[in-house]
């Protein structure tokens, strides 16, 4: 008897596909969502890489350009009101609020230096948003895919105590189907969410790392217009 139920288990098809389609409805809408999210989660990545690198290759432009010498007015007018980087971006707000702080006799209006840097501490902020979008999908899907999967592989296995409960066999091959059909909910979920806190981690310390380059650039252009500000009082 055993040796039948041995060969039985044996001949059945457990190939992902053939689990797949044997699953309860339940259980394939978990598979699916799971591995929609798992499409989803590589997505982001993806997109982000090429977010990332472009932001550098553009900082690193910009830098070339801002510490070649020229005078920083022909640089803002050469950028003129549509940046195309972060950087641009963070310049033009600091040098548009120093314009305006600019009375008609030339002089400057008071509390310029403040505005300013809030000015940039606000396009920093921004910039950091648009660099961390997408990263919370990741942090959920990376959380939350395992227990998916789980209450996927729970509500498999309850399907399969059923049809034992109704056949009134206990042998592997009723059993094994249902319990590898259950397990393979939990598999999806774990393939979903180990990429994306992986991607998480690395993404969320990339985009760190490039809004502290905004930051001490934007400290070092403080510290120049500060010093031009104590110039003009003198």
């Known amino acids: 008897m055993e040796t039948v139920a041995l060969t039985g288990v044996t001949d059945a098809d457990f ?28 997505a982001v990545w993806l997109q982000k890489v090429v977010q990332f690198r472009a932001a550098r290759q553009r900082a690193a432009k910009f830098d ?12 803002y007018d050469r950028i003129g ?3 195309r980087s972060a950087s641009e971006r963070i310049f033009t707000a600091a040098m548009g609020e120093w314009s305006r702080s600019h009375r008609d006799d030339g002089a400057l209006i008071a509390g310029t230096q403040a505005r300013i840097d809030r000015t940039m501490d606000v396009a920093i902020a921004k910039e950091r948003d648009r660099l961390t979008s997408g ?6 899907v990376g959380s939350v895919g395992p227990f998916v999967g789980l209450f996927g592989t729970v509500w498999g296995i309850m399907h399969a105590f059923q049809q034992i409960a ?9 059993v094994a189907p249902g319990i590898a059909e259950a397990l393979l909910a939990t598999g999806i979920g774990l393939f979903a969410a180990i990429p994306a806190v992986v991607f998480y ?9 490039i809004v502290g380059n905004y930051e001490a650039f934007a400290d070092e252009f403080a510290t120049i217009l500060s010093r031009q500000l104590d110039a003009d009082a003198a």
């Open 15 to 42: 190939s992902m596909w053939s689990l797949f389609w044997r699953a309860t409805i339940v259980v394939k809408l978990v598979m699916v969502a799971l591995f929609a999210a798992s499409v989803m989660v590589w």
């Open 166 to 174: 109704v056949s009134q066999n206990t042998s592997l091959e009723v």
């Open 81 to 83: 009101d549509k940046p």
């Open 64 to 75: 070339r350009a801002f510490w070649s010498g020229d005078p920083l007015d022909e640089l």
């Open 135 to 140: 990263l919370t999908f990741l942090a959920t």
């Open 201 to 209: 981690n690395k993404l969320t310390r990339d985009a760190g790392r």
